[in-house]
Structure formats: C-alpha cells, structure tokens
C-alpha cells in the first residue's frame, strides 16, 4: 500500500488508535481503459469517481498506477458444491452418456462423504483472488443428498458474505419427476434459502416435459422465485421444450426471472427457427447462459446481441466427477467465449467482456453492480492497457476490493 498524500497522516494516527478508516481512495485507474481517474469509496460503495478528487479524513489511499479498472468479474453459473478443488486429482474414468455421469457422481459422492461446502468454500475463495466479487452457483438437490449440499453452501454463503455475493440455485441434478420426492425436496429448499429454482432436460430426463415444466414453475410461482434450466436437448427437441419454457414464462408473468442455461438446441436449428426463438426471448425478457463449449453447438453471441438477447457467461462445473477443466477465472471464461464465436476485434471482446460482468450481473439480478457512484465498491485493477488485452492475456490481478475493501493482491489473500 502507498500512502502518498496529505491523509496518510491521519490515516495512521486512525490505524493506531484503533479507529477505522472512513473509506478508500484508489489513486490512478482507468475504468474500461478510459482516462486516468480516482475512485473515492465510502461504506463500500463507489462514493465518486473523478480526477484529482481530495483526500479528506483517514482514508486508506491506493496507488493504482494507472492499471485497468474493472468491476468485479461475474459468475454466472458454476456448481461449487460439486468441485474437488483443493483435493488432489480425480482420475475420469467415467461412461460417456449425461446419465454415466449422474450416476457416477452420485456414487462417488456417496463412497467419499464429498464435503460439498469446504470445496465450495475453497472454490468460491478462489474466484475472489481473481476478482470475481458474484457468483450464482447451481446446488444439487436429490433424494440421496437431500439438501445436505444446501446446508453446507448457506453456510459458505453466508461467510463470505460482503466479500463475494453467493446466489444459490436448488437443482434437481438427477431429475424431477424421475425420482419422486424431488419436488418436495426443491420446495423445502426455496423456503429454506435457495434464491433460485433450477430445471433439468424436462424431455430427455423427465421423459415428460408438460407435467415436469408443469411443477416446476408452479413451485417457481408460488415461492415468488426465478428459474434458471439446464437446456442440453439437442436440435428440434431442444427448440420444442425452449417453447414450453417459454410459454410458462408468459403465462405466469415471469418476464425478466428466467435463465435457460446452455441451449444447444439454438446453434443447431435452422436460420428461421433461430430468429422465431430469439424473438421470444427477447419478447419475455429470458437469457441465455453460456459455457462457449467448444465440443458441442451453441447460440451464437452476435445473433444474439441483434436479437436483443441477453446471452452471458459461466463455467459451469470446475474440476469435478464431470469435468476436468475450469478455472476460477472469468477472464479465461471470456477469453473462451471470444474463441468460440471468433471475435477478434477489439470492440468485439468487449461484448466477451460483458458476458462476465454487466450481462451476467444484469440477467442474474445481481444488485448495485458497476463502476457507477453508487454502486458496491467491488473493484479489480489488471494489469492491461484496455479490456480486450486483459481477456485475450487473462491479465494478472494486481488488486481486488470486495464490498470496499482490499481483498487480494497479486493472486494472494491480503491481510484486513
Ligand atoms: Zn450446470
């Protein structure tokens, strides 16, 4: 930390008779790559931004020079509960249809006693070293874990709240209305926190997409809840469940709640089905999660933007019984959006860029997001002359400041 102005005075005389610091003025960022301004921040929030703004009472000064101001980087959607982070390496051997690999997580699940929310914590830690200040992470919920890995991610949650903003999703990994119970589980865990319901393949898991739609967003509507469902049906399949989501979404006046994750089925139909479906989701206000899989089709970002659809970014699974992959990095996830819809220009990669932060933010209902007065001072300084470099380099950290205050610094925990 540098203290080079007139408040460093006060600012020690404050530390050493116990007194807080009023607030933080970072010195010498360039939001987005924009001129050089300083930042004043007050009771965790953004308090202005302007050049040569005066240092009054003990603030804590530091000293940007001139690095990449972001806002703190989004996760749109993970599953921290899932992860093996921090424990040495799982050796995939798994079969290769969706169902091996439910099963087989189940089973390893049940032969490790899987602590889901010391790797959720360790995971979510992880993301914050790299400036991801929100996250929306999906939670397993089914008949054998019941709501054992909601247990342990309300506690993580909650921990960490102030520094990253957990939002949880009640998933039915397993299916819904293949293991009966499932509903009961999902209502139990609205009511016990879940912020989110989450949805599953309605026509290639549940085999029964009318009736499991059906309960899931009569739970969704009578807990007051968005949704957020995972879409891997493929092609015309994929397309007719899209339009029962829909359909739901319009009826129940859900516009601007719902998330469908993945929808393969949209980078694999034809031109004008495509533009039939954007028009919908654009109409009820629905976004589009993506992972940019670089193995299987995917909505395309730039149809999407002139659909007027909110599409944005997220991991999905990080080093777990389904995927070896993953970082804690919404810069690399960016980078890979980039690549799997060849944007090359720098104008370009900001909309990349947007994926992992406004976009996300905006279709997750995350609030008070920004580099606004105003909003949650929530702040990352990269090392990079301007956005596109930061995502095409996943430039370093030099900073991160959750809620106000200095959080990490170069990739390391930084002491209070
Ligand atoms: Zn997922």
Redesign the pocket.
Known sequence: MTLPDSSRGEYRRARREGRPASGLLLRNVRPLGGSAVDVLVRDGRIAALGAGLPATGPLRVEDGAGALLLPGLVEG???LDKTTWGSPWYVNDVGPALADRIDNERAWRARTGHDAGAHARALALAFLRNGVTRIRS?VDIDTDAGLRHLEGLLAVREELAGRVDIQLVA?PQSGLLVRPGTAELLDTALAAGADVLGGLDPSAIDRDPVRSLDTLFGLADRHGKPVDI?LHEPGELGAFTLELILDRVQALGMQGRAVV??AFCLGAVDERRLHGLLGRLAGLDVALLTTAPPSRPVPALRACRQAGVTLFGGN??IRDTWTPYGEPDMLARAMLIGLRNDLRRDEEILWAFDCVSAAAARACGFADYGLEPGARADLVLVDASCVAEAVARRAPRRLVIAGGNVVARDGRDAPA
Do not use: E
């Open positions: 959607h993970t599953h999906h998933f995972h994750s993945h999905d699974g």
